[in-house]
């Protein structure tokens, strides 16, 4: 996976250390892409949603003065798009790890974490994933569901944990390099 240079021009801040005012113009990550974003007034709070479109991040906000209001907005899109997005990925670290991992799917959860990107528990078949990784390059999220995969069959970090994580994804290094360069939590 080679890195754009291009797509990183603004200063790296950890992403629970920013403080958004969540107001037009002002730019949010989506999927390893900052996009400015375009508050725009919604007739009630059934139809508040966002959206990207035409390089924006578009928030419908019945609430568009209010932070807070324009924040649980993006939050709750951010978080739709993750359990669609995260629950493929998840399906496709286990088709990979196939030769290593047995058994069935983990449930998984999303939620936001400040310290870790993801978790996982072998004995409960619980895989969580950070709400953050909605923002980061879907490799990167890709590599993060791998290594919670790959804790299902071996549960701490030993020779044999990475031997498996390499055959199943060659170059994840190069993804976690990315992922706590530009995207730190
Ligand atoms: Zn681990």
Redesign the pocket.
């Known amino acids: 996976m080679k890195l754009e240079q291009t797509k990183f021009p603004y200063k790296i801040i950890p992403e629970h250390e920013k403080k958004y005012r969540f107001t037009t113009g002002e730019l949010h990550k989506y999927r390893g892409h900052y996009y400015p974003l375009l508050v725009k007034p919604s007739a009630d709070p059934s139809q508040d949603t966002a959206e990207v479109r035409q390089g924006h991040l578009v928030l419908h906000s019945s609430n568009p003065n209010n932070p807070v209001s324009n924040a649980a907005v993006l939050d709750e899109w951010y978080y739709n798009q993750a359990k669609a997005l995260f629950a493929g990925m998840v399906a496709k670290a286990m088709l990979n790890a196939a030769p290593y991992v047995k058994g069935k799917m983990p449930r998984l959860r999303i939620k936001r974490m400040l310290d870790q990107w993801?978790?996982?528990n072998p004995r409960t078949g619980l895989l969580i994933l950070n709400l953050e990784l909605i923002k980061v390059p879907d490799e990167c999220t890709a590599f993060v569901a791998q290594?919670?995969v790959?804790?299902l069959k071996y549960p701490?970090?030993n020779n044999a944990?990475f031997a498996a994580m390499k055959s199943v994804m060659p170059d994840w290094v190069e993804r976690e390099k990315i992922l706590k360069t530009y995207y730190p939590v």
């Open positions: 993801g978790a996982c290594h919670e790959m804790h701490s970090h944990f």
